[in-house]
């Protein structure tokens, strides 16, 4: 499985205070990666460097490289919005828009260019079949979107970040401001997307990174301390800092 | 256990106080009713169809106040065409785009500072600067462009606080999604303030109907009836300089206060539309 | 933080090193009551087996309680699974040495005759059993790596034990009861130097994570 996103020796800055020391870390395609760590570790500034979403963040200051396939996306000439077409998002807390279900889905094909009412209609259905959703919302897509539940708009979220069709899909922490029961549906969801999409998870449950992972990543103030098979690192941690941070025994 | 009953001397106070706060609620309450009864019992008698109709004219001894009506809707459409657009791009730059805070507050107190100025000193101002300076003579049009300074702080700030109502998530969403900053503004940020910015236009009219001394100086108290083109470039009283002018001048008390009356019901109007609008959307909003 | 899992890991801890005494107890009880061909002794054997096997189930709950409860990983889900498997083979050794003390009871006084062989095999033994346990409580590595070592020297009793005992046959077919049962004792006694074989392999499990397949 080749590698679709290589950074190395990544440095941020927020002002003068570092939030990432030398990260260099392989993401493999197609498979799912989990970012593991205490609050405050950086995993969550990570994940949002990879399709630059700390560009909105005034006073940030990089170094080192981030390239995705062959390109390095800080490189000048690097067209953003296509960038983040590729590398689609979703937060922690669901945001559809306060528009239509529909018109939220759409919302990525029309700012690329995408017409059309049967193309978008086509675009629309397949997404929200993809995020497990269609059953339940086809027959109100010119509803408010505000109107769903709070897994069910994750899902719409997801939906929405499907419809672009990405090759990879972030995903900040996802289910931690849902219920159990949409939470596994999200997991199950996941599961099924590494079949044509690469998903890189943030997560504080350790059993979720567990559970779906197949790569796993261990943050500690701002230093990928460890990196390795989702099975090994839970079973045979080769970092102290690794193992005290699993079996709960942190500070 | 508490004792129930609190002593006398301390509910001799409450009820004093409770009852001198009923006076102060009653005697505001009774002003405002003189006030409105006082304008209302002297206006409406002077209130015909020909005095809303007819321009004044001396052959006839008529008085008529459409040309201040006209004046009236000329200007505040005149205002409103040039400070919506400078108002909002404003408060767009000042949330979205402008990355310097300290030039921000700067801005924002800069704002804040003139639309507490009095409003003759905007008349001075803009009879020197656009009557003068600027040659456009006394005219509505010099009048607008002085309105215009005057109520710019208040389109900014109820469109600030509209966009910074927008939840951010919003915006982080269509990012996220690829959309450019313009695209994310337009279509996430904008529509959900509609509402702020009509709330502050409805507040605007509100403030261009009232002022008198301002436009004294800048548009002058022609009774001239016009079209619109010719009205803006010409001098013409509205119906607040009219008002002056007929008391003042002219001595028509009846005419005044018959002018009086209309401000006062398209006040309430104009309160009316405000709180319609603010419900409107606030129920829009909910669903 | 989890200074509850870490207490209940401690308890386990203590029960596991309980159950391992009384395991080191029933062995030398039986090995002696063979060698001094006393009745009486192996009487003593039956209870004490019956301790370790509700030893066993104590240790059975408590480690599904606490892969329920805590969701351990890492060295705790080690600790946790090891403890699970050693109680089997420690609960086996408890039943072989009660069928060595039945053995005894039945062989009625006679005194066995490969004394010195059987002597050795029996202390052989007994030590296995009690520096795997040792091995368990000190996570002593090396030690694990002895035992495993030292059962190729019970495996070699054995072997011993079964040619004399096919000699005597050989020389005495009435008396082939006794050597019989004889045999059956230095089989027990293998299977039990296995056990603690076993014992040893899932300590170095516990402190490595790697299992020794033979």
């Known amino acids: 499985m080749s590698n679709i996103i290589t950074i190395d020796k990544l440095c941020l800055w927020y002002g003068s205070q570092q939030a990432l020391k030398n990260v260099s870390i392989d993401i493999p395609e197609k498979s799912i990666t989990a970012l593991i760590g205490p609050s405050g570790c950086g995993k969550s500034t990570f994940l949002k460097t990879l399709n630059r979403m700390n560009d909105l963040i005034p006073g940030v200051r990089i170094t080192g490289s981030v390239k995705y396939g062959e390109t390095d996306i800080f490189d000048v000439a690097t067209d953003v919005s296509e960038l983040r077409r590729q590398i689609g998002m979703v937060f922690q807390k669901p945001n559809p828009f306060p528009m239509s279900i529909y018109d939220n889905v759409a919302y990525g094909p029309r700012t690329h260019g995408t017409k059309g009412k049967a193309k978008l209609d086509d675009i629309v259905e397949r997404s929200l079949r993809d995020a497990a959703i269609w059953d339940e919302v086809k027959d109100r897509l010119k509803k408010n979107a505000l109107g769903l539940s709070g897994g069910q708009q994750q899902r719409l979220c997801i939906a929405r970040a499907l419809a672009v069709a990405p090759a990879v899909l972030l995903m900040d922490e996802p289910t931690s401001a849902l219920d159990p029961i949409s939470t596994s549906k999200i997991e199950e969801l996941a599961l099924q997307l590494k079949d044509k999409y690469t998903i890189v998870i943030v997560t504080h449950n350790m059993q979720q990174a567990v559970r779906i992972s197949d790569n796993t990543a261990f943050f500690l103030l701002g230093e990928l301390v460890e990196y390795g098979a989702t099975e090994k690192l839970f079973s045979q941690p080769v970092d102290k800092r690794t193992e005290d941070y699993i079996t709960g025994r942190f500070g | 256990m508490l004792n129930g009953k609190l002593s006398r001397k301390r509910r001799g106070y409450i009820a004093l ?162 959309a450019g900053k313009w695209r994310v503004i337009r279509t996430v940020a904008l529509p959900g303030c509609v509402d702020g910015i009509i709330t502050g236009c409805i507040l605007s009219v509100g403030r261009i109907l009232g002022e008198s001394a301002a436009l004294l100086f800048t548009a002058g108290f022609a009774h001239a009836l016009n079209g619109i083109f010719e009205g803006l470039t010409s001098a013409g009283a509205t119906l607040t300089v009219a008002l002056y002018v007929y008391a003042k001048e002219q001595g028509e008390f009846g005419a005044a206060f018959a002018i009086a009356a209309i401000l006062l019901g398209l006040t309430f109007l104009i309160n009316l539309a405000a709180a319609l609008t603010q419900r409107y959307f606030r129920r829009k909003k909910a669903l | 933080m989890r200074s509850h899992f870490d207490e209940q890991l401690a308890l386990l801890n203590k029960e596991l090193i309980e159950m391992g005494a009384l395991c080191e107890e029933v062995i030398a009880l039986s090995s002696k009551a063979l060698t001094a061909a006393d009745k009486e002794l192996a009487k003593k054997v039956a209870p004490l087996d019956a301790k370790i096997d509700q030893k066993e189930r104590n240790i059975e709950s408590m480690c599904l309680k606490l892969l329920l409860q805590q969701q351990p990983v890492a060295r705790d889900l080690r600790q946790i699974s090891a403890a699970l498997k050693m109680i089997t083979d420690m609960e086996r050794i408890g039943d072989q040495a009660e069928d060595i003390a039945e053995i005894v009871c039945f062989l009625d006084g006679r005194s066995a005759e490969n004394d010195d062989l059987m002597r050795e095999m029996a202390r052989a033994t007994i030590q296995m059993v009690t520096e795997s346990v040792d091995a368990f409580v000190k996570h002593d590595l090396l030690l694990a790596e002895k035992v495993i070592a030292d059962d190729d020297i019970v495996d070699a009793f054995f072997d011993q034990v079964k040619s004399k005992l096919i000699k005597k046959i050989g020389k005495e077919p009435s008396d082939g009861e006794y050597a019989l049962d004889l045999l059956m004792i230095a089989k027990y006694f293998e299977r039990i130097g296995d056990h603690a074989v076993n014992i040893a392999e899932w300590v170095i499990f516990s402190v490595t994570g790697v299992h020794k397949e033979e």
Request: aromatic content about 10%; charged content about 10%.
């Open chain 2, 17 to 178: 106080m409770r009852t001198l706060m009923y006076a102060c609620a009653a005697l505001i309450c009774a002003l405002v009713l003189f006030l409105i009864a006082f304008v209302l019992v002297k206006g409406v008698p002077n209130i015909s169809w020909e005095l809303l109709s007819t321009s004044p004219s001396y052959l006839k001894e008529r008085i008529g106040i459409l040309p201040d009506i006209l004046n009236t809707v000329y200007i505040v459409i005149a205002t409103l065409f040039i400070v919506l657009p400078l108002g909002v791009g404003a408060a767009i730059y000042l949330t979205e785009y402008a990355k310097n805070k300290r030039f921000v507050a700067f801005i924002e107190s800069a704002a804040e500072t003139l639309s507490g100025i009095p409003s003759i000193i905007y008349g001075l101002v803009g009879m020197l600067f656009f009557c003068q300076f600027l040659g456009m003579q006394t005219s509505l049009l010099a009048g607008a462009m002085t309105l215009v300074i005057m109520n710019l702080p208040t389109i900014i700030r109820t469109t600030q606080e509209s966009l910074k109502t927008v939840p951010q998530s919003y915006r982080e969403g269509a990012f996220g999604l690829g």
